[in-house]
């Protein structure tokens, strides 16, 4: 158990809903991190927060987006959504940038 | 453009002998790297990392050899065994570059150690 939990585990929507993912870090953990794996591909950066704020933004879409709140847990918003969408998102905490990323159990998302 | 790249999708060895998993990064501002290990329906669990500034770490059976002439990185398992068995996954950071800590990951290699 890397102490970052992630909820739902499992969510099967339709295309053109919008579908909030949670995640909550480590304890003491500032940063937050979302990733995205596609069948096939390896993790995608998303979105990054520290300490509530915006740090870094990778091929996030339009279409996502994110915050961090004031107790440091974070949602991924995920709007519009195609079938393409459909992939495993992952939510990682670290300390600080310089170390290492714990990560969540996942969301997988379903998009019919 | 893959920065990050594992070529190998998949290896199998023999319970006891050494695993070889290689990744290779076109980034030369990458200085920081890190090996995942992945099981199904986990989440990636970190195994080991290097900064630039070594060309090696051990963390017991594992060890992490880095070539920056060749920007080419290797995790050696030894010995292995059938728990190890997962998806690796390599990645990398360029913290001196002024990235906030994001990585890079590679496509991972499944690695499947038999009894």
């Known amino acids: 158990d890397s102490g970052v939990t992630q909820t739902p585990k499992h969510l099967i929507t339709a295309t053109g809903q919008r579908v909030t993912l949670r995640c909550s870090p480590r304890?003491?953990?500032?940063?937050v991190y979302w990733y995205q794996q596609s069948l096939d591909q390896g993790l995608q950066f998303l979105i990054q927060?520290?300490?509530?704020?915006?740090?870094a933004k990778g091929n996030i879409l339009e279409r996502f987006s994110a915050q961090q709140f004031p107790d440091l847990h974070s949602e991924l918003n995920l709007s519009s959504l195609e079938l393409g969408d459909s992939a495993l998102y992952f939510c990682?905490?670290?300390?600080?940038?310089?170390?290492?990323?714990?990560f969540g159990p996942g969301t997988r998302l379903t998009v019919l | 453009d893959q920065q990050v790249k594992q070529n190998s999708p998949s290896l199998s060895v023999q319970e006891g002998r050494i695993s070889i998993l290689n990744c290779d990064y076109t980034?030369?501002?990458?200085?920081?790297f890190l090996w995942y290990k992945k099981y199904p329906a986990e989440g990636p669990t970190f195994l080991i990392s290097?900064?630039?500034?070594?060309d090696k770490n051990e963390d017991g059976r594992f060890t992490v050899f880095l070539n920056k002439s060749a920007k080419h990185l290797s995790l050696h398992i030894v010995p292995s065994q059938p728990g190890d068995s997962a998806v690796y996954f390599c990645?990398?950071?360029?913290?001196?570059?002024?990235?906030?800590?994001?990585?890079?990951f590679g496509k991972g290699t499944k690695l499947s150690v038999k009894p």
């Open positions: 990682a905490s670290s300390v600080d940038i310089r170390d290492e990323q714990f």
């Open positions: 304890s003491g953990d500032l940063s």
């Open positions: 927060y520290y300490n509530g704020e915006e740090r």
């Open positions: 980034n030369s501002m990458f200085d920081y």
């Open positions: 290097i900064s630039s500034i070594k």
């Open positions: 990645a990398a950071s360029a913290l001196g570059g002024g990235s906030q800590g994001n990585l890079i």
